[in-house]
């Protein structure tokens, strides 16, 4: 179960979110997760408990301070009227957090969903600290400057996706890895939002599970 928490942004203004501790005692690898346009959930609490039972501790940020919706036309308003910078200052304060967080290894990954996975690269490209970034079906606009990207990044994005598409991640993996920087990126024969446990309407049990297990091998790998 999560708990709420406060913490510093990077600006210096309040931020506050939600935590999961993992069970296990010691130093443990670190991860913010990134809202969808829906706002701070159940959803996400559930991927926030998820990452918990991985051994990770994990932090939501509230984005939205304190609204959700089920509505997708207020989700899209809300997702336009977010303001971007300060949402990276906020990202960047709970990376900052996590790193300095007693039960953590001091390593920080970002993982995004939707418009978190948007947030992710964008995060990459914004806040040097960062050790892995895993985005979810998620494309900045604008785009980041890329070659600020250090961080090794595993993207998911689904084959049947209208906003988030497979090209547009090509297209960065491929600006990427000319540089000789790290993008692994793997396309689902599913719809945006295929993890999204909520919606069956666009739930891919399979691609989820795999993408899942992709991304957790991954944080491991690169946060101890």
């Known amino acids: 179960m999560s708990e709420k928490v406060s913490f510093p942004a990077k600006n210096g203004s309040p931020a506050t979110g939600e935590i999961v501790l993992p069970k296990q005692d010691g130093p443990s690898p670190a991860v913010v997760l990134i809202q969808e346009w829906w706002g701070l959930n159940d959803h996400i609490r559930s991927l926030l408990d998820r990452l918990g039972a991985a051994g990770f501790v994990a932090l939501a940020p509230d984005l939205y301070h304190g609204k ?6 207020e989700a899209g308003r809300l997702m336009n009227e977010l303001d971007k910078q300060r949402a990276l200052d906020e990202i960047a304060g709970a990376v900052g957090f996590l790193a300095a967080h007693p039960r953590s290894n001091g390593n920080v990954g970002v993982m995004g969903f939707c418009m978190g996975g948007a947030l992710s690269f964008a995060a990459a490209a ?14 900045p606009s604008p785009a980041p400057d890329t070659s600020r990207i250090k961080a090794p990044i595993l993207a998911h ?21 000319a540089r000789g920087q790290s993008m692994e990126l793997h396309v689902y024969d599913a719809d945006h939002a295929f993890v999204n446990d909520t919606r069956p309407e666009v739930h891919h049990p399979d691609a989820a599970k795999l ?4 991304s957790i091998e991954f944080l491991r790998q690169h946060l101890g």
């Open 68 to 73: 959700t919706t089920t509505d997708a036309g």
């Open 126 to 139: 914004a806040i040097p600290e960062l050790k892995a970034a895993v985005p979810f079906y998620g494309v």
């Open 157 to 177: 994005f689904a084959a049947r996706d209208a906003w988030a598409t497979p090209a547009a991640a090509e297209a960065i993996r491929k600006e990427l890895t």
């Open 211 to 214: 993408a899942w297990e992709r």
